[in-house]
């Protein structure tokens, strides 16, 4: 069974930085992509970015492409998501995820970007 926390979420002004952070249990981590994705209020969750099982070939939502950077540190079995230049439309429930088919998802964490 493979666990996934994220945290690093929060309060923050439109313009700051913020890093989320996923660690997994399990030592199969390392060999499957992990994914950030979002969920606003009254929205449906969507994606925001991925990365494969060796931390390459990372891809981005065109709303995120360039404020945001995926990474992710196998031997931490940790995945992480740095925003920059937040914006109000940042706001949501941010989830990580893993596994070829995204079968394993965390509890999530709030990012509230304030005006």
């Known amino acids: 069974q493979v666990q996934l926390v994220e945290s690093g979420g929060g309060l923050v002004q439109a313009g700051d930085s913020l890093r989320l952070s996923c660690t997994a249990s399990?030592?199969?981590?390392?060999?499957?992509?992990m994914g950030w994705f979002r969920q606003a209020p009254g929205k449906e969750r969507e994606f925001v970015a991925r990365?494969?099982?060796?931390?390459?070939?990372?891809f981005y939502a065109g709303s995120v492409k360039g404020r945001f950077t995926i990474s992710r540190d196998n031997s931490k079995n940790t995945v992480y998501l740095q925003m920059n230049s937040l914006k109000p439309e940042d706001t949501a429930v941010y989830y990580c995820?893993?596994?070829?088919?995204?079968?394993?998802w965390g509890q999530g964490t709030q990012v509230t970007v304030s005006s």
């Open positions: 990365i494969s099982w060796n931390g390459g070939n990372p």
């Open positions: 399990g030592r199969i981590f390392n060999t499957y992509p």
């Open positions: 995820a893993g596994g070829s088919s995204w079968s394993y």
